[in-house]
């Protein structure tokens, strides 16, 4: 049997069967003149990205300023367009391929820049997914992107970007919970479609209330990204937990 499409568009459609899921998926749709306009009348300011990239590459935000005045953010560059038209034919030109357009969502910002969270969930031959792993993606100055190498960001642990965050006086214990519960629950609705996967990294956001957000799932995670971490602990534990 062929193994089913992991694109983020795939991925994105079977999570939205689980209604446990729909509240914590931004609402996302495939990128065309209509579908770009009535999001950004919307919810104000949308991602657009593609559907096969990973790493931040491609991600463009659209912010509306004004009722026919927009900004468009593309890696550290911000460009305004006072005309509707002009806009859609710069994001023609800028789009290559299958994209997505999506509801943006306000994330927490620790230091003043936006964060995100990697949380690795994994799981061996019948057993259950665990929670193995998570870490924050600080964005590099200027970005909205949170990927490490494209904006030069930073990984922190989770701790120390709530701790630096709006959502500070907020109870960790609870949002990590329910950080966990959205992380098992994305992985099990997706496992039955990939049955071969076994490791799922799940970037996660925090809003500014606090709310959890999925961004995106990859099953082919960068575990690199841990050995940046002081404590090392948690890139040991995921590698041996891929060994076995």
Known sequence: MAKLCTSKWTKYKILRRSEKLKASLP???????????RMIDKYGQVIIKPTGSYGGKGVIR??????????????????????????????KKKIKRNYLVQERIPL????????????????RT?????????????????????NVRMSSGKVVTVDHALNHSELKSMSKSALLSQMDKVALA?????SPSYPWVHTMGIDMGLDKKGKVWIIEVNFAPMLGLF??????????KIKSFRKK
Not at 27 to 37: K, M, Y
């Open 27 to 37: 609402e996302t749709a495939w990128l065309n003149e209509s579908s770009f306009w």
């Open 186 to 190: 994305s992985s099990k609705q997706l």
């Open 227 to 236: 050995l940046k971490l002081k404590d090392k602990s948690m890139y040991s």
């Open 108 to 123: 927490a910002t620790a230091g003043g820049r936006p964060f995100d969270l990697r949380v690795m969930v994994q799981r």
């Open 62 to 91: 659209i912010k509306k300023i004004e009722p026919e005045s927009f900004q468009v953010h593309d890696g550290p560059q911000k460009k305004i367009f006072d005309d509707k038209s002009k806009l859609y034919t710069h994001i």
């Open 126 to 146: 019948k057993s259950p997914w665990q929670v193995t792993g998570k870490l924050a993606k600080v964005a590099g100055k200027g970005f909205i992107v949170t």
